[in-house]
C-alpha cells in the first residue's frame, strides 16, 4: 500500500521533467522545477523511510535530508527567479506584476 | 523480493529524467536555463543516491547526500547573486 508514495514521487519527477523541456521561458520552467524537486524527492524519501529495515538514526538522518530539502529548495528558487529578472530576462506574459512594484 | 525491482526501477526512471534535462542544459537559449537544469539534476542525484543507500545496505552514503545537497544550494545562491549583479543580457 505504501508503493504509492513511490509512484506519486515518480510521476512527479517525469512530468517536471517535461514541464522543463517544454515550457517557454524561465520562470515557467523554474514553477516545474521548484515543484518536481521539492513534492517528488520528499515523497520518495518518506517512502523510503517507511518500508527500510534500519537502526533509529539512519531514519533521522533521512529526515533530516528530507527537511533540508524542503527547507533550501523554495529559497534556491525564489533567487533564481529574481536574479534571472535582474539579468535581463523578460517573462513572456501579458501582465508582470513584478514590475509594478520594482520600476 | 518486490520492493527491491520497485527501487530498481526508480533508480532508473530519475536516471532517464536527469537525462532528459541535460538536453536543457546544453541547448538553453540563455544562462539562467541553464543554471536551473543543474540544479534540477542535482536535488535528482541526492534522491538517486539515498535509493542507492537503500538499495546496497550501505547507510554512510546518506552523509553524501545532505552534504551535496547543501553544496548545491550555496552553488545556486552564489550563481543568483552572481547574474543579479552582471545585469544586461
Known amino acids: ?103 | 523480493m518486490a520492493q527491491e525491482g520497485l527501487l530498481v526501477s526508480a533508480f532508473y526512471l530519475l536516471v532517464f529524467t536527469a537525462m532528459l534535462i541535460t538536453y536543457r542544459v546544453l541547448r538553453g537559449p540563455t544562462l539562467p536555463d541553464r543554471v536551473v537544469g543543474l540544479n534540477t539534476i542535482t536535488t535528482k542525484v541526492v534522491v538517486i543516491i539515498a535509493i542507492v543507500a537503500v538499495m546496497r545496505g550501505e547507510y554512510y552514503l546518506i552523509d553524501l547526500a545532505i552534504v551535496l545537497l547543501m553544496v548545491n544550494s550555496v552553488g545556486g545562491l552564489i550563481l543568483a547573486k552572481y547574474m543579479e549583479r552582471a545585469g544586461g543580457a
Open chain 1, 1 to 103: 500500500m505504501l508503493e504509492v508514495l513511490l509512484l506519486f514521487g515518480e510521476a512527479v519527477m517525469l512530468f517536471g521533467a517535461l514541464g522543463i523541456l517544454r515550457f517557454p521561458d524561465v520562470y515557467t520552467r523554474l514553477h516545474a522545477a521548484s515543484k518536481c524537486d521539492t513534492g517528488g524527492a520528499m515523497s520518495i524519501i518518506l517512502y523510503l523511510v517507511l518500508t527500510m529495515d534500519a537502526p533509529g538514526i539512519v531514519k533521522a538522518k533521512f529526515l533530516v535530508l528530507a527537511f533540508l530539502i524542503a527547507m533550501i529548495n523554495p529559497m534556491v528558487s525564489h533567487a533564481l527567479a529574481r536574479g534571472a529578472y535582474r539579468y535581463g530576462v523578460k517573462p513572456e506574459v501579458v501582465v508582470d506584476m513584478y514590475a509594478w512594484d520594482n520600476p
